[in-house]
């Protein structure tokens, strides 16, 4: 083996370790002609208030986070059969919301998107007001 077939070896080993230690996928992707596809949804809870909380008033804040192993496109949220609206775009590791509720029981919906259009699983919350 002559030494620039050996150097040749040594570099392209050592950027395929550099290549793990990073864990940059796309370099492997454009070496390989594959292309990773990013499956994971990302992950969105409703921080606060708490489960059944009572409301004093219509007006109500909704706090929460969120995280995906990529980046969170956008937040969505829905307050009973009402339409989905977009409460954050962008960079959401934490997102709000304030809502006016109905007189009795009130189901809040959040969702998460990530760049991929990776969907999380909605979660939620109920929470009471009384006139």
Known sequence: MNKLALILIVFVVILFVINALVGNKELIASQTGSVIQDTIAPEVFITSPENLYNSQSPSLAVLGTSSDNNQIKEI?????????????????SSWNSVLMLND???????QAVDSNDNYSPVSSRTYTYTI
């Open 76 to 92: 969505r949220l829905k307050l009973n059969n009402e339409n989905w609206k977009i409460v954050c775009s962008g960079v959401c």
């Open 104 to 110: 009795g029981y009130n189901t809040v919906y959040v």
